[in-house]
């Protein structure tokens, strides 16, 4: 199991279902499975609508302001979109005929809100291909609109990485769209490092196989790079500057934009953490799953060196594979796990009581730091 998202408003959720042992091409059937947790009927081993798939999917995302639009991406990079509204065929297209197309898997899937222009359908999407690509929903069909790629010989010289690739692309694992810039993101790589990157980039990347001048480089700067991969990166919806990240190195990192160098940095005992998220409602509060199959609180405005909570997710030897807070309901964390299980967190209320001041404390300990 790779992916879970909430779609906050009526409460449902997703999650998909994969095998993790691929030796070579992937050829299992999967699916996309949709429980809503407000119906009388809800079952937990009987989802309310299965979308089948002939490949592992590998990230899944609700449109924020369309509840009935999914999009998913595939082990392979290909790339779908439904209508779940439309019962009887709710596929709207896919990427599978696309000249371009992702080439490897998706791990990152993020829709593009424009102002003024509620309801459209565009997102941007990643994978460890090194490629971010820019979709739109036109005429039912995926048009490509723009792309970029992360090569290791046009990193900045300071910030290099190992890559393994025929064309030194840089395999993108994990990347955020900041909340109120909506042209910067940061991304997180196979290699361990951190970039920010912008949207607006018109330098010309050196690469086969598009048309000459199409993908650009994004990158802007570097931040001091993960041991390990980068399972997550997440801008703070408090903080234009400050991001969190984390890693297979077992650290939970603050940046701000402003600097290369972590603001904090939190170490686990021991393991890698898989997955990590801000709370929505709080400012100093994170949750993140792990290798050893623990979800992990943390509340900065209390503990600055451990956890305040510590939860064993499912049964001994399981790996902590995806994690997902309710932004309409901050009170359920949702979880899920190497051996298929999904969890439902509440939360308990010390770390659902918002302090007055903690968004003042979370811009002074980035103030502090520059």
């Known amino acids: 199991m790779y992916n879970y998202t909430f779609e906050d408003s009526n409460s449902l959720s997703v999650l998909t279902f994969n095998q993790t ?11 996309v499975d949709i429980w809503s947790l407000n119906r009388k009927d809800f079952d937990p081993k009987k989802p309310n609508l299965t979308l089948e798939t002939d490949c592992c999917i590998t990230y899944v995302s609700f449109h924020p302001e369309l509840p009935a639009v999914i999009v998913a991406g595939k082990l392979n990079g290909e790339i779908m979109l439904w209508d779940i509204s439309k019962e009887d065929d709710p596929l709207l297209a896919s990427t599978e005929t696309a000249v371009f197309n992702h080439r490897e898997p998706i791990t ?8 003024g222009r509620h309801g459209k359908i565009q997102f941007a999407s990643c994978s460890l291909d090194g490629k971010i690509m820019l979709w739109s929903f036109e005429d039912g069909k995926l048009k490509l609109t723009n792309g970029f790629i992360i090569l290791a010989k046009l990193l900045p010289r300071n910030f290099p990485i190992k890559t393994h690739r ?3 692309e840089v395999g993108i694992s994990s990347m955020s769209i900041n909340v109120e810039d909506r042209s910067i993101f940061v991304i997180g790589t196979e290699g361990g490092g951190i970039f920010q990157c912008s949207f607006d980039s018109l330098v010309p990347a050196p690469y086969s196989g598009f048309t000459a001048g199409f993908l650009k480089n994004p990158i802007n700067m570097g931040f001091e790079r993960h041991s390990g991969q980068v399972t997550s990166v997440q801008f703070s919806p408090f903080s234009r ?3 969190l990240s984390s890693g297979s190195d077992g650290e939970l990192r603050l940046y701000s934009l402003l600097q290369p160098k972590p603001l904090m940095t939190l170490q686990l005992p021991s393991g890698g953490i898989n997955a990590a998220q801000w709370s929505p409602i709080r ?3 994170l949750s993140c799953v792990c290798s050893n199959g623990q979800l992990h609180v943390w509340d900065l405005l209390v503990n600055e060196k451990a956890p305040v909570e510590i939860n064993s997710m499912t049964v001994e030897k399981s790996v902590g594979m995806a994690l997902q807070m309710n932004k309409e ?4 964390l949702a979880t ?3 051996d298929g299980t999904v969890q439902v967190w509440e939360l308990s ?9 903690e968004e003042l404390k979370l811009q002074a300990l980035a103030k502090a730091i520059e």
Do not use: K, R, Y
């Not at 990152?108 to 102002?115: A, E, K, N, S, T």
């Not at 309901?329 to 359920?332: G, R, V």
């Not at 209320?349 to 001041?357: I, K, M, R, S, W």
């Open 336 to 338: 899920s796990s190497s």
């Open 166 to 168: 025929d064309n030194e």
């Open 241 to 243: 500057n400050v991001f």
């Open 108 to 115: 990152g899937l993020h829709w593009l809100l424009q102002f």
């Open 329 to 332: 309901n901050a009170s359920l």
């Open 283 to 285: 400012a100093l509060v």
């Open 21 to 31: 042992d691929h030796i070579s091409w992937c050829e299992h059937s999967s699916s």
């Open 349 to 357: 209320g010390a770390v659902l009581a918002t302090d007055t001041g």
